[in-house]
């Protein structure tokens, strides 16, 4: 299989799973291109899980297609392994052995060893910036540096594709933000990312998302492109003294899309630049005790909001 004969790393068409009579994923279509980093984004329980699976082989689709790096999920879902990386939440790391002897047991488990897997070993630890972690218990190290050994298990094989599953989740801000650099780095190195999440401020560093939301895709593209076709009227962001009481007042008055962003509130809505008079006037009113309100550009989260009521 040659990278460079593909245009799509992913290819999904019509994908299904049904657990019973309960539908997880239902009839998805997207693709993600070579090289490109691409956000999976929703609420837990959206489905993403479930989708990233299928397209790993671990689980058969219920109706629909999909191919992985040309390979049929479907017809070949052994054969995928072998390209491709993963990553879950989890860390899938055992914890009773050190780092570097974590990826020495992967390492072997994708058909890596001796002076191959010592030079691999070698490679993947200067990328991901392990240093003296390296050799340390799994057990004993912190949530960010155990995220970054379980991203050297994924890649220790060279995969095209990488796929991570909410590989952020319950990190703290700074290893997060370390962690998104060495996507980047990798992306750089031609290196296929597939991230689900559901932190809006990641989705926003993809080249490219889908919303997914109950099972359902119901927004695809340029984290730039979905905030500018897909908002329906405009965002005001209002500041107050009593930010409860303001969405409060907001809600009753049939503002349709309202949510507070630290102490800031987000009001969505048609024409909401036009109407920032009556909104003062109506927060006074409440007793919100308003000090600014101001148009802004539309968040991803505030799009995906709209939708979802919208939808």
């Known amino acids: 299989m040659n990278e460079m004969m593909i245009h799509y ?5 019509g994908l299904t799973k049904k657990f019973g009579g309960f539908v997880a994923v239902d009839h998805i279509d997207f693709s993600v291109a070579v090289g490109e980093i691409f956000g999976f984004l929703g609420p837990n329980g959206s489905g993403k899980t479930t989708t990233i699976r ?25 054969a995928i392994s072998r390209h491709v990386g993963y990553m879950s939440q989890k860390f899938s790391l055992y914890p009773d052995l050190t780092a570097d002897e974590n990826l020495t047991f992967y390492g072997r488990s994708y058909g890596l060893h001796g002076r191959e897997l010592a030079r691999r070993k070698d490679e993947v630890c200067d990328i991901i910036g392990l240093g003296q972690q390296r050799y340390r218990l799994t057990a004993n190290l912190a949530g960010g540096w155990q995220q970054r050994l379980a991203l050297a298990a994924a890649i220790l094989h060279r995969p095209q594709l990488l796929f991570l599953d909410e590989p952020t989740a319950g990190v703290d801000p700074v290893s997060r933000r370390n962690f998104w650099r060495l996507l980047y780095s990798l992306a750089a190195q031609k290196t296929t990312i597939f991230v689900s999440t559901h932190y809006m401020d990641e989705a926003e560093q993809c080249h490219r998302l889908a919303f997914i939301h109950q099972g359902k895709i119901i927004a695809t593209g340029p984290p730039s492109a979905i905030k500018k076709e897909r908002m329906q009227g405009q965002v005001v962001e209002i500041i107050c003294n009593l930010p409860q009481i303001g969405i409060r007042a907001l ?15 987000h009001a969505a809505g048609p024409a909401m630049a036009s109407n920032i ?29 709209a939708n979802i009521r919208s939808g």
């Open 9 to 13: 790393a992913v290819e999904v068409r």
């Open 54 to 78: 299928m397209l790993l082989g671990l689980i058969s689709p219920t109706e629909g297609d999909a191919r992985v790096l040309n390979i049929d999920i479907t017809k070949e879902p052994e």
């Open 251 to 265: 809600r009753n008055a049939g503002v349709p899309d309202v949510a507070l962003y630290g102490k800031r509130i």
């Open 277 to 305: 008079p009556a909104l003062e006037k109506l927060l006074k009113n409440a007793g919100a005790e308003p000090r600014t309100i101001r148009v802004i550009p539309p968040s991803l989260e505030d799009v995906f909001i």
